[in-house]
């Protein structure tokens, strides 16, 4: 296992805590003891993979990763990548909530699988239970379709105010567009 250490633009990976040391050494704000070299030897040895950060001075740190590259290059291209596919995530779930709120007018049939509270019979406790709804109507878009049937739900006397409703997101509410005409 590698360490990156970064301090402002002063960047390097190394291959052990004396290299380190060197480098923080080379460094005029930073001090370096032995307290310092023995904590950077506990944390190369944990088996966390979790960053480090150091007090310089003031609100002034420099910051120690773990890694398994051998060069900046791949660690650079490595958190490149990561952010890459974080920004791909995210446009897809822009996207997706476009889709839920693009107004559509016409008949949807929908199911939305719910946690309804209901009263277990021989404890009389109260437990959460799947319950599917199912039904088809008119609405403006999907996010319509969905606050409908759940405003509908909330409203029936029979589903405890407790009951949960999953996200128009989920995996719990499906969807289909039948068109203008029903």
């Not at 040391?21 to 003891?33: A, G, H, N, W």
């Not at 889709?99 to 007018?105: A, D, F, N, S, Y």
């Not at 997101?169 to 005409?181: A, D, H, P, Q, V």
């Amino acid at each position: 296992m590698n360490l990156y250490i970064r301090y402002f633009q002063n960047e390097i990976l190394v291959k052990s805590v004396e290299e380190a040391c060197d480098f923080l050494s080379s460094i005029p704000d930073i001090k370096v003891d032995d307290a310092l070299a023995n904590d950077l030897r506990r944390f190369l040895a944990d088996p966390a993979m979790y960053p480090k950060r150091y007090k310089v001075k003031g609100k002034s740190y420099f910051i120690v990763i773990k890694t398994p590259f051998e060069t900046i290059k791949e660690f650079q291209d490595e958190g490149a990548a990561k952010r890459e596919g974080r920004e791909l995530r995210q446009a897809e779930r822009r996207d997706r909530i476009d889709h839920i709120t693009r107004l559509r007018v016409g008949w949807y049939e929908a199911c939305l699988t719910f946690k309804r509270v209901v009263s277990h019979p021989t404890t009389q406790k109260f437990m959460y239970c799947d319950t599917p709804f199912r039904a088809r109507l008119k609405a403006t878009s999907v996010q319509d379709c969905y606050n409908r049937i759940v405003d509908h739900l909330r409203a029936r006397r029979d589903v405890d105010p407790r009951s949960q409703f999953p996200s128009v997101k989920g995996r719990n509410f499906e969807y289909t567009f039948l068109g203008m005409e029903g």
